[in-house]
């Protein structure tokens, strides 16, 4: 309830109202120019995140050496080769034939037993512990073909599950166990010669899980495990013949020369393969360099040349309580408008630009 000018019937609140605005002038002139001054540095940062991002653009276009490296690699039987060129400075041309493919290593554990007997199911390896199968806290060690051996703990309460899950983590392979046979199935992640050898370093995980004292069978092939026994099959390097020269890796896909060739498949002869310059590539690299530095150009020119209204400035928290959204927003358009028209610092930007783009590179042998 209003009592303001009860008595003498003058309107207090209007009158007292209308003397601070006008003693609120000065200060909305600062807060309308600390408003402005914040839209300026705005858009400054806006051309210098722009100008970061055309930058970094630039040394992955025409100053990148790599660009001007672009290579087609032609190979006269795709399905069993692929060669691609990574960062190759000269041809690369021959022959290559595939003798023998690398593959990883594999173990395949003893059949696992539930307490009653019977195979174990899917759900119970999630429920089951290691000492439910006859282990104890312990540790185990594990090979692998090219890497490191690692050493893993392990409780007694853990169950299959989580034992598996983080020999996954840790060790260098991929495991499952396989409710159809009753075994848990080890391959290594890389290929390459050797076998992954499981071995208990503390207790009796692995012998447990039934994953150690593996057989080979191509150590003796007329053996005959019993289904109780580990299976090692070890894992094989690729081999090739390349331009004449028998040689191998333990993977299928390897670098020479800068180039990154994958084996696909054996071959009953040498193929064929040979690189040119991928000009495309090349030309495409200048183009989107000019095409960028003409975006830049035009914007930044577009910049200094925006309009500016003055008579639209920033507008004050009074004023806009009085405006609607729509008013406010077309409003702030036209105000913020303009902000570095004629800016000094991104003339004289373009300037250098330009002289740049039309200045002669001279070599280092001239005078």
Known sequence: MRIGGLASGMDTETIIRDMMKAHRIPLDKITQKKAYTQWQMDDYRSINRDLRKQSDKLFDTVIKEGNYLQKNVNVSDDKAVSIKSLNASSDFSGTLEVKQLAKQATLQGGALKSPDGTKLTDEQIKELTLADLGGSDGEIKIGVPNGKSVQIEFEASDTIDSVLKKINKEGNVNAFY?????????????????????EDIKGSIGSS?????????SSDPNFKPLDSTAIATAG????????????ERASNTFQINGFEVTLKQKTDAPITFSSSADSDKIVDSVVQFVNDYNEMIEKLNSTIREKKYRD?????????????EKEIELWEEKAKSGTL??????????????????????????N
Not at 188 to 193: D, V, W
Not at 341 to 366: C, F, G, Q, V, Y
């Open 312 to 324: 639209f400035p920033p507008l004050s928290d009074e004023q806009k309580k009085d405006m609607k």
């Open 236 to 247: 094989e390097n690729a081999k090739f013949t390349f331009n004449g020269l028998e040689t």
């Open 341 to 366: 028209r004629n800016d000094p610092a991104i003339s004289s930007m373009l300037t250098k630009l330009r002289s740049i783009m039309t200045t002669s590179i001279k070599m280092k042998d001239e």
């Open 209 to 217: 899980l039934k994953l150690t004292n593996a057989v080979s069978p």
């Open 178 to 198: 396989d409710s159809f046979t009753g075994k848990i199935s080890v391959t290594a992640k890389e290929s390459g010669e050797g076998n992954i050898k499981i």
